[in-house]
């Protein structure tokens, strides 16, 4: 007891020192970022497992791009109880002058097979449940499409040339959690009301509702896993949320987020760690004297440190509930029906984690501790610096969290790649910087000589000070370059697309009327790329379920994507390995793919992918990988094939591009969709508007991590003067009390600290230099040009605030009398 | 005598970057509790290299040491949680007060009573007005009192004192080392001071001379 009461009043004593309180507050910053994450994500999950279990709408539900054949739906039938098919199209709609894109959902008699609808007779009307969907003939809206196409219940809507009555304002589906969360606009007519061939189905989700007990439901998932090439199977009992995947893959580039985060706070505490050391130590050593044995005092130091780090997760823990609450407040628009609720084995989780990464962090030092002896009090022995040490440590713990939070391989290692340069670049400039420095004053009188000699004598402790503010100024330098510049760029893209409309997805048989109706309108079409849809099933024979590891690219390719065909490569594109294939080869199966997509999936170029187009399979062998050129029209694919293929693919042609429309062509747009319901073509204004959403998201959001690095770069400045002020207040004193005057030391701490400032800068110039060349163009298709000034602006910050808070540390410490500082 | 320290033909050197520098070479003597012994020499001789041996701190490069506990052989760990050290830089804790710097050891040793104990010592040895002041607050021969008397506070079976008032004036040291020699007597442990101080060295029971890496029975 008389120990424990001992290590708590340690810690409380440690705690209200200087380096224990930017400890204590890095420490509490960390966690107190991870547990909001972890906190707010808990919430999710949660949600999005009782959501599954409350809102399938059926206990299995099997879903595919194109309609089962009539034998496989025999077979679903013959191994479900009962089905209920349910058809999901993207069309738009037009009354009067009024439209709007709109997904479509075909019902049949069986819907719905669990719950009920909630339908209306007015967008504000209260809701009653009904069983059974609209009656042939009818069609309903929910209240958003309701307003925008200005209809009320009895109005007459026409799609794919039959008048369909508005029946109802549709609120509910109970199979929402197939429709929910996006944002799309959606209307329910019955099957049976549209005539065949009215409206193109050819780009249709068809979902089979089954229900089924368990063992029917296994039995469905492994019939449909061998039957149904690229199916999707979604159950009730152990399936996964469709969101979910989605949602961790969103944790996942927080995780990396908080890695970067991670690596400012081990910068910051690797600082305070110095003075910490030095006291443990002499404190250790004094316990040896009293005869207490080195392991009973390394454990005392371990639960001081230990305390610590409980009352920052506790501190971390209460403000981490308060932000998870206004978080998930946000997210209420995204997940209806979200609450926070506290979740204790995923916070429990997240701290366990924090305390291994904090832990390990400090094994060095703890072992530095292990050797203290009570020999040091009797004698001073050399001592290494462990700088070395220290930082490889740092940097593999880091590199650790990195791989087990990061899904994107890529952006990982070009990240630590940077970071890594950056410090060995800082390391060389340091060394140069002082030893030529000390080079050149060696001849010479003044302070600035005396200035690179002292630097020069303290050349270790000086290269883990730059080190430290360096890797700090490039961590926040690059987050902030990129903040701006990922924002100018979604801005600049949005508004710099070729035309005003695009044209998102056209039949073949459209396009004649696209090119009709522009030239009656005035319009112009700019440009237009043929593919076909085409979902990738099977990589060297193996199905993409068994992928394991998540990620965008993957997510991508749950759903078919785009196929295009070109002879030559294509002039907004460039070859980046591989081989592309001859003019008029005769060899068309093979495929070029864009280099994210090949890092993310582990592709290897001769690799065979299965392609599953309108039915059948094809085989291509990847010959060769694309890349996005800047300059010539801005529509690219991810896959590409020869123009031979073309002829071996039996699939309907669609086409994606841009037009120009004048002003009075934008009335005459509902004219061209009741026509062509489903065409899709999205105005620049609905496109900006979306990526203005999406603008203030990444904002917010960069917002607050940005204030987020810039707290811990308080933090890293704070343990560097902290960390090294009793050095300075020592070299001042003994300054002084050989006749130097108060503002000699202040100018020799001047130089000291601007030189400091200066590498530190330099470094973080050139390290955001190097990871912009190395991630802009690889993650976000951005070219890399810095804005000089901007780059120059944020230096000269830098290094004017580093000056400042070491003037102002200088000035403090001068405040002593010269007996006081050489006492110390 | 049931405490003893035994050093045989005991060698030692340390190496520097270019050379070795040897300390001393053949040395045997036998430290008892209740006896108080003075190492004296010049500077440089090994004086602190051979306390450090002595105490267990240290393994000599050639020789033996033994260490007896009540008629028991112990080894190096077990003679250290049974000693105590005095040093010339006082080395008091600096959060500490004076009081808390004096009932640390026995907080360590898990006595529920160290507080008490130490405001009675205090009182003993002069410094109960003193007892919330920090090391800094206290003059060296303050400080020096102070970490006597924390060494001895737990009644070790020897004491190991290097240089202890090799900081402090001619007066103060007079009085350190009356409390000192005081303490020892009274509790019946063995003392080894390492000094330069001839006045200390001769309140020694015996006084050992090292130089030229011999040891030798001083005048």
Redesign the interface.
Known sequence: MSWFKLILENSWRDLRMGDGRISLATQTVLLFFLMTLTLSSASIQNYLAGNLDQMLGSDLVVESHAPLKSEDEIALRSLAQRVSVTQLIDITVTHKNEWARVKLKLIDDAYPMQGNLQVGDTPVATQRAVNKGPAIGEVWLEPRLAGQLQMQVGDILTIGGTELRLGAILFHEPDRIMEGHSTALRAMVHTGSLKAGSIDRGNSLTRYLASADESQQIAVESWARDALAGANVIKKIGGQHPLASFWQRTENFLGLASVILFFMGAVALDMTNRRWLAKMRYRLAIYASFGVRTSTAMLMALGEWLIGFLLSALLAALLAIFACGLIVGQLQGQFPGLQTSWHWVAALKTVGLVFLLLIALQIPSFLQLSRASLLSLIRNPAEGSFVWHRLVWSFLSVALLAAAYSDNWLLTGLTLSAIAAALALMVALTWTFVRLGDLWGRRRTGLLPFAFFMMRQRLFAKSAQVLGLGLCGLLLLFTLMLMRDLGATMESHSRSHDGNLMISDARSDQIDGIHRWAAQTGSTVRTLRPFVPAQLVAVNGKSLDEFQKPSDTLATLQDPIRLSWAKDMPRNNRLVGGKWWPTDTANWQQISAEPEVMTDMGFSYGDVLTFRINGKSYDFNLAASHAYKPGAGSITFWFQVPLSARAQIDAATHHMGSMELPETAWDALAQLWQQYPTLSLVPLKELTERFDQTLGIVTKLTTGYAAMVLLLALFVLAASISGFSADDRQKNGLLMSMGLKGTDCLRLNLYEWGGTALIAAAGAVAGTWIAGRLIYQAQFNLAYDPDILWVAAMVFTMIITVCLVGYIACRHSLNVSVRTLMTT | MQDMIELHDISHHFDTASERIGLFQGLSCTIRANETLAIVGPSGAGK?SL??IAAG??VPAGGTVCFTIDGVPVDA?TM??????I?Q?F?L?P?LDAIGNLA??L??????H?FDIAALWLDKIGLKDRARHRP?QLSGGEQQRIAVT??FV?A?RFIFA?EPTGNLDMHTSESVAELMFGCARETGCGLVIVTHSKPLARRADASLHLSAGRLEAAA
């Open positions: 602190s306390l450090s701190l240290e760990l250290r949680a049974n000693s105590g050290f040093f830089q080395h804790m959060e640390l050891p907080r360590l040793k898990g006595n529920r160290a800094h924390r060494a737990t070790p290097d």
